[in-house]
Structure formats: structure tokens, C-alpha cells
């Protein structure tokens, strides 16, 4: 079964940057649609960017192209570059693989918190 270990989160000041970072298992991950997902608290979960195998990027509206996704392949590993961060970029994030079959695949999430 696929694994997922999310990791950079953490407490930053409004304006200021993270990056997350999604390491996955798997021979084949390289082929699976990927993606970043943000809960924050007491909403809904909602997409923040994915990415599929030919690198073609999608990004959620509150993003606002303030947000970068990308993969690196050899290391099996997403990475979400997120600048010009606010409070309400606050939540949970967790990383997420589709493979061939249609099947998800979710990581443990963490936590990310934009406040002064």
C-alpha cells in the first residue's frame, strides 16, 4: 500500500513562506496524479494544488497563485512552496496520491499556522 509522511509545517508570521514537503513509496509513484489538500479548522476540506505525471499543475482558489507545486521524481517526493502566507491559509494539509486504479491514497497531514 502506498505511504505518504507529510512534513514542514509550522507556526509562521502573515507574509512570511513554508515549504511542505510529501514523501511517497512505491515504484510507480511517479505515474500517480498528486495533491495538497488544506483543512482548516471547522471547514471543509478543500484543494490547495495537484500535480499528475506530466507535470501539468491545478491550483485552488485560495491559493491565489501565491502557492507552487512540484515533484521530485528520484526522490519520490511533492513538495508545496507557499509564499505571501495569511491567517487564513491556517489549517491542516495533507498530501494525497491517485494511482492507476483511481485509488486514494492520504498522509497523516500537517499542521501549518500563519499568525503574529
Known amino acids: 500500500q502506498v505511504q505518504l509522511v507529510e512534513s514542514g509545517g509550522g507556526l509562521v508570521q502573515p507574509g512570511g513562506s513554508l515549504r511542505l514537503s510529501c514523501a511517497g513509496s512505491?515504484?510507480?509513484?511517479?505515474?500517480?496524479?498528486v495533491a495538497w489538500y488544506r483543512q482548516a479548522p471547522g471547514k471543509e476540506r478543500e484543494l490547495a494544488a495537484k500535480i499528475n505525471k506530466w507535470l501539468v499543475p491545478n491550483y485552488g482558489d485560495f491559493t491565489r497563485r501565491r502557492f507552487t507545486i512540484s515533484r521530485d521524481n528520484a526522490k519520490n517526493t511533492i513538495y508545496l512552496q507557499m509564499n505571501s502566507l495569511e491567517p487564513d491559509d491556517t489549517g491542516v494539509y495533507y498530501c494525497s496520491a491517485t494511482d492507476g486504479a483511481g485509488r486514494e491514497y492520504w498522509g497523516q497531514g500537517t499542521q501549518v499556522t500563519v499568525s503574529s
Open positions: 512505491g515504484n510507480s509513484f511517479s505515474t500517480y496524479t
